[in-house]
């Protein structure tokens, strides 16, 4: 459900009139639904037990909203976190989040980082998804020199083709992320190289704004096929995030469902793992968007409109520096009015950015807006806020919770 409502051709947004809230507040600012994100974390994790999934851990990928409030509302309903850097680590742990909640994923991860993920909390972090041998060899020598031992999972690279933006698939063997099946298997041979780590799991994450299932019923069943052949036993299975919103109309006709995706993640491993094996690892999840994405939009005041030529644009005070979406992925957000009126028309939502990708709608039907009008950009609690930059030395627009 979406905190955006009209009533008599004002929006409403969680009850509240959107000028109500906007009024004495620098635009363009982010405005979230507290209850909107409570509804999907617990859809999220309700949904995960219902259909039978193992102990479920819900590691929520900080790097789709790491808004402090985000971090300690989704703490206090049990959420651990994914994180790929250690500034999203200290968030997580400043919303006091247990470190033996979180994973931490990436490619890139640095000497400092691993230290630092080594030394929190009594034990160090749940798991390093280990993207490569050298990166393995690394957290080895710093568990050693730190007489401790880390605990470690193979991040899975696939070799699925997950139907999705091409810069947000991830699971191909062309892409830089996690390892191959025969890399796994060949360290394996030699695991008694690495002394001071704990193979605990194994993981995937083949991409994001997943809107059907199939690529990833086909990475279990690869994850499960790999889990079976390590004669270790696991901890964890992780599949990762990935499961998308509706943006479009389209898109909410034909996206699988919070349910439809843990029954088939939870028929998957069913199939392709319990039922072959006596051992029964829990399931990791590290969704982002899915948990946040609805909860928020984007408010902005339009600055003015203007002709030329054949085109009307509405210019607004948001910009691509304050939702990249659009100018990075060609992605769809509506955009709504705070007042609707019958008299429409067709125009171009840009930004005050210099570069022509800084339009967040062509041809959008519109009411003729005035300046100071009040819009929102809808759907964008997820890579919203996180994604944003100073550019043309423009502030970062502030948050708000409702
Ligand atoms: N786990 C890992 C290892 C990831 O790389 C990601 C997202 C997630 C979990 C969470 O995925 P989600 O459930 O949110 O799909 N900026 C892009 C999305 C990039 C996603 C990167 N990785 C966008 O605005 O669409």
Request: hydrophobic letters at 40%; a positive charge.
């Amino acid at each position: 459900p979406s905190p955006l409502q009209y009533k008599n051709n004002t929006l409403y947004f969680a009850g509240i009139r959107l000028d109500t809230i906007a009024r004495n507040k620098r635009t363009p600012f982010y405005l979230y639904s507290k209850k909107t994100l409570r509804h999907y974390y617990e859809y999220f994790s309700k949904s995960a037990a219902k259909n039978g999934i193992v102990s479920p851990l819900v590691c929520y990928a900080l790097k789709a909203n790491s808004n402090k409030d985000v971090l300690s509302t989704l703490k206090t309903m049990g959420s651990g976190a994914d994180v790929v850097s250690v500034g999203e680590l200290k968030k997580a742990l400043k919303a006091g989040i247990d470190p033996q909640k979180i994973v931490f994923s990436g490619v890139a991860k640095t000497e400092d980082e691993i230290r630092f993920a080594l030394k929190c909390g009594k034990k160090g972090i749940y798991s390093f998804n280990v993207e490569s041998i050298e990166e393995l060899d690394m957290i080895n020598s710093i568990a050693k020199k730190l007489k401790t031992r880390a605990r470690v999972a193979f991040r899975l690279n696939p070799r699925v083709n997950a139907k999705t933006h091409k810069h947000i698939s991830t699971g191909n063997k062309t892409h830089k992320f996690g390892l191959l099946k025969e890399d796994i298997l060949e360290a394996m041979d030699v695991a008694a190289l690495w002394t001071n780590t704990n193979l605990v799991g194994l993981s995937i994450h083949i991409g994001s704004q997943l809107t059907e299932l199939n690529a990833t019923i086909k990475a279990i069943e690869e994850l499960s096929k790999l889990a079976l052949k390590l004669e270790t036993p696991l901890e964890f299975l992780d599949v990762g995030g990935g499961l998308g919103i509706d943006y479009t109309a389209e898109e909410r006709s034909k996206l699988a469902s919070i349910d439809t995706y843990m029954k088939a993640v939870s028929d998957a491993f069913e199939k392709y793992y319990y039922s072959k094996t006596d051992h029964c690892p829990r399931i990791v999840f590290e969704p982002g968007r899915i948990i946040v994405g609805k909860m928020g939009v984007l408010v902005s005041r339009v600055v003015r409109t203007k002709i030329s030529d054949s085109n009307h644009f509405t210019i607004i005070d948001a910009g691509m520096n304050d939702l990249i979406r659009p100018a990075l992925y060609e992605a769809y957000h509506e955009v709504l009015p705070a007042q609707t009126s019958k008299q429409m028309i067709k125009t171009d939502i840009v930004g005050p950015i210099c570069e022509t990708s800084d339009c967040f709608g062509t041809g959008r039907k519109l009411p003729k807006l005035n300046a100071g009008d009040l819009v929102v950009i809808d759907n964008v609690g997820a890579y919203g806020q996180t994604m944003a930059s100073t550019y043309n030395e423009r502030q970062i627009a502030t948050e708000y919770f409702i």
